[in-house]
């Protein structure tokens, strides 16, 4: 975003400031923004903060606050290398927890999908066209892969969102405005879209890349099944990924439930395999308020 409207807000004077590590040095920099007066100061996903290479901005920022102060962490996953670096700025400090720590919402219903390499695509496309749904999210590792994943659903009957950090801020808020309003009940995206985003009515979360780590599994299927809503969370996911697979499972210590798409020409893959049982899968309809949502079934 741009600086002009951000410095005329400073100026006319701000009580409370929510900022990103790199902008606030910016102006703290430039001698517009002073520390010397805060009382709270919170840092809010720290786990990503300190994953997208953060920590030297942030304790920066921390040195210019005073030392008489409250400070506060907010995530919704602590792992333990996040929890050993607290005592640089907390000070005795109180956990409180809401929920269980790395666990994913129960509401959430988790399908995984081996497939062949040369397949992945295909079996997407299979799933969106026998999946009933009101929205969803599809997650990619990569922005050229959300990009490729989102050029090939232009022959959907409706438009698909983008969103990742390559994407202009006017057009991320945009594919997000079209997401939330029903224009685009798909959205392609990378994990910039697996936090801090409260859509209601996401009724399912693809995995069309296995995450590589496994906190952010929760965070993605996080977006659907919210205020005890029931969603669904589809995982594809190829034999080189097994073991972020494996890694999730131990994450959030469950194991998730293999499955096969009905009448889908499978290539044969090790996956099936690996000592899992595969189970065949159908669609059916539960009524919904917007019309019928269709998930997998044991046959």
Excluded at 17 to 35: C, K, N, Y
Excluded at 156 to 168: E, N
Excluded at 273 to 285: F, K, L, N, P, Q
């Amino acid at each position: 975003m741009g600086y002009g409207h951000q410095r005329e807000q400073i100026q006319r004077g701000i009580d409370i400031l929510v900022a990103t590590p790199g902008r606030l040095l910016d102006f703290m920099d430039q001698g517009e923004i002073h520390l010397a007066h805060l009382t709270h100061l919170v840092l809010d996903e720290v786990d990503r903060m300190l994953d997208m290479g953060f920590l030297p901005d942030v304790k920066k920022i921390v040195g210019f606050c005073p030392s008489k102060r409250q400070t506060l962490f907010f995530s919704a996953t602590v792992p333990p290398e996040i929890e050993r670096l607290t005592s640089w700025v907390l000070r005795d400090p109180l956990t409180i927890e809401i929920g269980l720590r790395r666990s994913a919402a129960e509401t959430v219903t988790h399908a995984l999908y081996p497939v062949a390499a040369d397949q992945k695509h295909e079996l997407l496309l299979a799933l969106l066209e026998k999946t009933h749904y009101e929205s969803v999210i599809v997650f990619c590792r990569t922005k050229m892969g959300a990009d490729r994943v989102a050029a090939s659903l232009t022959h959907l009957p409706h438009p698909v969102g983008v969103m990742h950090s390559d994407r202009s801020q006017g057009e991320r808020n945009e594919a997000l405005a079209g997401f939330r309003s029903g224009k685009y009940p798909v959205l392609v995206a990378t994990d910039i879209a697996a936090r801090g985003l409260d859509i209601a009515g996401v009724t399912h979360v693809i995995n069309y890349d296995v995450p590589q780590h496994p906190e952010d599994y929760v965070h993605r299927i996080g977006r659907t099944g919210r205020a005890a809503q029931e969603g669904d969370a589809l995982t594809l996911f190829v034999a080189e990924e097994l073991p972020h697979v494996e890694a999730i499972e131990r994450l959030i210590q469950q194991k998730l439930p293999r499955k096969k798409l009905e009448n889908f020409p499978y290539k044969f893959t090790a996956l099936f395999e690996e000592g899992h049982s595969v189970a065949h899968t159908r669609t059916r309809g539960v009524r919904t308020a917007k019309g019928y949502s269709f998930g997998a079934r044991r046959r």
